[in-house]
């Protein structure tokens, strides 16, 4: 079967950096995407690693180690809307995404 | 261009009751999911479609629950004889095809409630 461990909650300050760790154990593993949810929303898609390495995309960076089978999520200049639930999930090839319980994460002024 | 839609937003019902859910995936998107999301919980796969069949039903709790894609468009989720622990939020997204990096989009969701 497949596992993801990521922390429950995590809070930071505005304008600070955050990185949101996961670490998985599946089989077939083909990358990891990270979500956003606000509370009562849907989840959105923020970013997906294939390879090792890291991928950038404006306040938000993510990175894979295949070796380590971990992944963690940075957010940079935190800001109060970016407080949600973060999500890492796999891709295994076999079944669609799995996803981890979520990270909630607070930014307080 | 609107995004995924899923009807109702909320449905309430008795135990024992059949419902039927309903997602609108975005047009020209193949790949149809349907995930339920408990509280504190990540969505958790329940079906697979790649156009009208399901290619992964897998994760379908028992048979209680079905899914149907006739035109490879709208789906619906049905579930026969809810229990309680039916409830949740139920997820729908799609995506252009199935494979590697595709970005899912996802519906705001039905929250289902079991009496």
Not at chain 1, 51 to 66: A, W
Not at chain 1, 67 to 72: E, L, R, T, V
Not at chain 2, 74 to 103: H, P
Request: charged content about 20%; hydrophobic content about 30%.
């Amino acid at each position: 079967g497949q596992s993801l461990e990521q922390p429950s909650e995590v809070t930071a300050v505005e304008g600070a950096i955050v990185q949101i760790n996961c670490t998985y154990q599946t089989s077939g593993f083909y990358g990891l995407s990270w979500y956003q949810q606000h509370d009562g929303g849907a989840p959105t898609f923020l970013s997906y690693n294939g390879l090792d390495g890291l991928e950038e995309t404006g306040r938000f960076s993510s990175f894979l180690s295949r070796s380590d089978s971990y992944g963690y999520l940075l957010l940079q200049e935190l800001q109060m809307k970016d407080s949600a639930s973060y999500f890492c999930a796999v891709h295994t090839g076999n079944t669609p995404l799995v996803f981890g319980k979520g990270t909630r994460l607070s930014v307080i002024a | 261009g609107a995004g995924v839609s899923q009807t109702p937003s909320n449905k309430v019902t008795e135990k024992g009751k059949y419902v039927e859910l309903r997602c609108d995936p975005i047009s020209g998107h193949t790949a149809l999911y349907w995930y339920r999301q408990s509280l504190g919980q990540g969505p958790e796969f329940l079906i697979y479609f790649q156009g009208t069949g399901a290619a992964d039903d897998s994760g379908l709790p028992n048979d209680r629950f079905f899914a149907v894609r006739p035109e490879g468009s709208v789906s619906t989720l049905k579930i026969q004889r809810t229990e309680r622990g039916d409830s949740a939020v139920y997820l729908c997204a799609s995506s252009l095809k199935r494979t590697g990096d595709n970005e899912q989009f996802f519906g705001p969701g039905t929250r289902l409630t079991v009496l």
